[in-house]
């Protein structure tokens, strides 16, 4: 991709329901925060900036990216206040560049893969991109509304959706590509006359489809890769689709594994031939087998 890349990374939530004086984003999977394993793999796209909104714990978060050494190429922008994510996006408004793209993502969805993100750049010509997701029980989420020939027209909040919108499957993931040329002007006509009394940042659909700005999608590969963390029980779900992950993967490269599901990896593993690792191993920072 020839453009110039914006990564904004939100991450001023203050997660009241983690009930922990730890800000939400700097709670661990795999002992690493959340927002650092966003932050990696957002680096990985090699973005002209990459931009942190924070917010709840400011000081505390800043402290906790310099202190795992991610902290080098970062820009902060600070939400005084939690308005929406339209209002997040804004805050971060005057670091961007004027031309080139905005990618979208989240502090407390941290798993997030760099393949799927390329999938979005791949499609990106000038247009708007969103990554959506199709889930049997789509309840809490944004739905995706489209017209009679497929195309995306907006997103409607669960709250706002009327019981057809309601009964739509395809969500919305909040992950967008979004040109630079139009951004100041779509977060500048946001408003919060809804429901929630918010900014939504979903709003820029519509205004992209008014404005005859093309919509494109990907639809997500894995369930998880979306899902984000508002409370300890996600977060121990997410932790443990992480470990079923890294487990795959040492399968894959010819590792036994006596039970996938019952081991812990809380750093790196990597391991030769002919290696087997039986029940309720528990592996920490860097280590290589055989």
Known sequence: MSQAIN???????????????????????STKPMLQHVIEVAKLLKPSKLIVVYGHGGDQ??????????DDALIWAHQDKQLGTG???KCALPYLDQTGVTLVLYGDVPLIGVTTLEQMLAKYQQNLVILTDEIDQPYGYGRIVRNQVGQIVRVVEEKDAN??????????????????????????????DNSQGEYYLTDVV???QRQNVAIDYVLAPHHYEVLGVNN???????????QIIQANKLLEAGVTLFDKRRIDIRGSLSAGSDCSI?????????????
């Open 206 to 208: 519509e205004l992209a």
């Open 87 to 89: 209002h997040a996006l």
């Open 232 to 242: 300890k029980l996600q977060l121990e779900q997410l932790e443990r689709f992480y």
């Open 61 to 70: 978060v800043q402290a906790a990216m310099n202190n795992a050494n991610v």
């Open 7 to 29: 990564i904004v990374i939100l991450a001023a939530g203050q997660g009241k329901r983690m009930n922990s004086a730890l800000p939400k984003v700097l709670h661990p999977i």
């Open 278 to 290: 039986d029940v309720n191993c528990i592996f920490e920072g860097v280590v290589k087998l055989g």
């Open 163 to 192: 019981a057809s919108e309601r009964a739509i499957r395809e969500i919305n993931t909040g992950f967008y590509l979004l040109p630079n040329q139009h951004l100041a002007a779509w977060l500048g006509q946001l408003s919060n």
